[in-house]
């Protein structure tokens, strides 16, 4: 493919990385998509997802995502990346339960409370959300009523890290390292105190 030279472009984060026609036409379907009032956060999740995943923003004046998010958009990266993920999570729903006709998420609230658990929770959080509903319409509140008790029960499991057993201690970072620091406080204090002088061999001894 012949590349027009007036749209070629790198960016220190992708230096290989250049607009062609096909990339800029890309780009441009995408942000229509994204500018238009009437797309769905999932359309403008799926849209930004091709534009980071391809790096189609690399052949514009925005040398990282986050920048483009930002200026282009009013997004912030976080902003972004949970619409992303909202997108990500609804394919997931409608590739695992579509045959079985079972109810998907339609709003963002939903999604983003699920996106909040690992990708191979997501479709048995979401049963248990439907199950908990028994039939009636699924709010946000539902799926957080699901979600949290999931992610503190996940965070009490994690591993406590004991500050007394991380932090080094002398004798952990050099045997005998604590000998020579009360040798050498001796030698300190007794210089202070005028009471002792050293020589150069005395004290080299010591420090070695």
Sequence with gaps: MKTNK???KATAENPEKVADQKDLQLLQENEAVISKAQSSFLEIGKA???IRDQKLFAGTEYAEFE???LKKWAYSLSYANRLIAAHDCYELMKKELSSS???LPNNEYQLRALTG???TKWVKTWKQVLANAAGKPVTGEMVEAVVKPMLAKSEAV???TDAKQTEATP???NPGTSKKLVEIGEIVKKALENTSKL???ELTKILK
């Design 171 to 173: 004798e952990a970072v």
């Design 48 to 50: 930004l997802k091709a």
């Design 117 to 119: 658990l690992p990708d």
């Design 101 to 103: 006709g079972e109810v």
């Design 158 to 160: 994690k591993p406590k």
């Design 199 to 201: 020589s150069f061999d």
């Design 67 to 69: 920048a483009y998010c």
């Design 6 to 8: 007036s749209n070629v």
